[in-house]
């Protein structure tokens, strides 16, 4: 559900200067954990749109008030919209965004007092191994004990070590079963051997059996 109270009811929050990072949002009134405090508002777009609108500004190129959305659009708040969009990040947040057809709303994750920053994880993530230079490109400044320094989410990361990891079984299991083939050729050829070689000794004693045969039923020299 997208709020657990209405949207209305007198001013809640306020934009102002941050110490975190440029403009911020704050609580103007004691906040309860749940409650739904704004809807993130903007002009709703495709990502090719995305892409020919970056950067919105030249001189911090990562820096966008872009928010993907599920069905693969983006909200650029940049454009028609609101006070949402100037809400920082934090790998602690207060916070947190939860999409509902296609509509972003800011709730509480917890109780915030009157004058606290909003904040949500931003959970960017990048299709790109994490180095430190594209980390550094990317910096955090929340200041929490969890900061994590830097505003991509560790998932990213985890992906690449499971990728790592599957290719490393698969390439595991693609030689076990590449040595369990030349097992079993051996096997069989093992099998073959042993079936000529008993065919050649049945094919011997069979000669022999044949050469004694003949030998007696040689008739023997007269006048014995």
């Not at 659009?73 to 934090?90: L, P």
């Not at 947040?93 to 004058?115: F, H, Q, S, T, W």
């Not at 998932?155 to 030689?175: F, I, L, P, T």
């Amino acid at each position: 559900m997208p709020s657990k109270s209405p949207l209305s009811g007198g001013r809640r929050i306020q934009t102002r200067r941050s110490d975190v990072h440029g403009n911020g949002v704050f609580a103007v009134q004691d906040l309860a954990e749940g409650e739904t405090l704004i809807e993130y508002k903007g002009q709703v777009i495709s990502w090719k749109e995305a892409l020919r609108r970056h950067p919105h500004d030249p001189a911090q190129p990562n820096h966008t008030f872009y928010f993907h959305i599920d069905d693969g659009r983006v909200i650029d708040g940049n454009v028609e919209g609101n006070a949402a969009r100037w809400i920082n990040h934090s790998c602690e947040p207060n916070c947190e965004a939860d999409e509902v057809d296609g509509r972003v709303y800011i709730k509480a994750l917890r109780n915030i007092a009157a004058g606290e920053e909003l904040n949500y994880d931003y959970g960017l993530v990048i299709d790109e191994p994490y180095t430190e230079k594209l980390l550094s490109e990317f910096p955090c400044w929340c200041g929490s004990e969890q900061c994590r320094g830097t505003l991509l989410t560790p998932k990213d990361e985890d992906e690449e070590k499971d990728k790592k990891k599957k290719k490393k079984a698969k390439k595991k299991a693609e030689k076990k079963k590449a040595e369990a083939k030349e097992a079993k050729k051996a096997e069989k050829k093992a099998e073959k051997k042993k079936a000529d070689k008993k065919a050649d000794k049945k094919k011997a004693d069979g000669k022999k059996k044949s050469e004694k045969s003949s030998k007696d039923d040689t008739p023997s020299a007269a006048g014995d």
